[in-house]
């Protein structure tokens, strides 16, 4: 049975005056409202109400309870109430995961404002692009660039991803340009992840079909701004997210190939232990991220330009 009934049904008799009439009000038998009485007194192992046929009254324990309980439920209310409109300062850890080159420019710099804002949330950001297991390691929120495989995970779509095939100058005056998916074979690509190991290749469109085409170069790297740097030298060419290099080809320093047959875009998430309600710390923080990843100039200036690789 619970507590809090218990409670509830103690407050009404008291008030009303009568168990009739706290089950009127409540839409209950009587003998239900007589039950949760006798059980708050057997839990509690003192006597509340004195009853009789014709007349109800208070202890001098049950008094002092009533006057206590009346302000936990009050208190719970305004409890409620607050939370629901939004009005409790957040606060609590956030433990935030993403990847290194990402959190770097789009996730670090909006974070002062953050916690400016909230002061009473505090965050740690782990920037790595190892796949952290959000539940057994304890994140609140990890930040993934692609498609979602665990069913244990709840992601939220924060933007869309667009991925591009790059290369400096230099690379394409010494090499030519590449004029169909096949023609990779025949270029450097620089692979991201060990040993050139990129398990579904890069991932082109031709003829309404995606296709994987498996790659090879002489040089790969699981850290992705040590391919941005690579590319930039001349080395070969990149399978890179737009976030990443956008800032260098409208600088001329990379240039885009094969744009006719772009991949899908995929996504940028923030994955999340599955749970019904989320902490109002991390509702704000998604909120926040969002609201950024949303804005049509974001992606083009805003915060990129202020976090060097």
């Not at 939220?156 to 023609?183: E, F, H, T, W």
Request: glycine letters at 8%; one cysteine or more; charged letters at 20%.
């Amino acid at each position: 049975m619970s507590r809090f009934k218990q409670l509830e049904s103690f407050v009404a008799v008291a008030a009303l005056g009568s168990l009739s009439a706290a089950a009127r009000q409540e839409g209950v038998a009587p003998a239900m409202i007589g039950r949760r009485i006798n059980a708050l007194e057997a839990r509690l192992g003192i006597k509340l109400l004195v009853r009789s046929t014709r007349s109800m009254s208070l202890t001098s324990e049950g008094s002092l309870f009533l006057e206590e309980a009346q302000r936990i439920l009050r208190e719970l209310n305004d409890l409620e109430s607050r939370i629901s409109q939004g009005s409790v300062r957040p606060s609590g850890h956030l433990r935030v995961s993403a990847p290194a080159g990402f959190g770097r420019r789009h996730v670090a710099p909006l974070l002062p404002d953050f916690t400016a804002s909230y002061p009473d949330v505090s965050i740690s950001l782990d920037l790595s692009d190892r796949l952290v297991d959000l539940i057994d390691e304890g994140y609140d929120c990890a930040i993934r660039i692609g498609e979602l495989e665990d069913s244990r995970i709840v992601g939220v779509r924060l933007a869309d991803n667009k991925r591009v095939i790059v290369a400096s100058p230099s690379y394409l005056q010494r090499n030519g340009r590449p004029n169909s998916p096949d023609d990779l074979l025949e270029h450097n690509c620089l692979s991201f992840g060990q040993q050139g190991n990129q398990a579904k290749g890069w991932l082109l469109t031709q003829n309404g079909q995606v296709r994987a085409i498996r790659v090879k170069g002489n040089l790969a790297c699981s850290d992705g701004s040590v391919l941005h740097q690579w590319t930039l030298a001349g080395m070969g060419l990149a399978w890179r997210s737009l976030w990443e290099v956008q800032e260098d080809i409208e600088a001329g320093h990379l240039i885009t190939v094969l744009d006719e047959y772009a991949a899908p875009v995929n996504g940028i998430f923030a994955l999340m232990p599955e749970r019904k309600h989320l902490p109002q710390r991390l509702r704000l923080f998604l909120d926040m991220l969002k609201g950024h990843y949303s804005s049509p100039t974001y992606w083009n200036g805003g915060l990129n330009k202020q976090t060097p690789e």
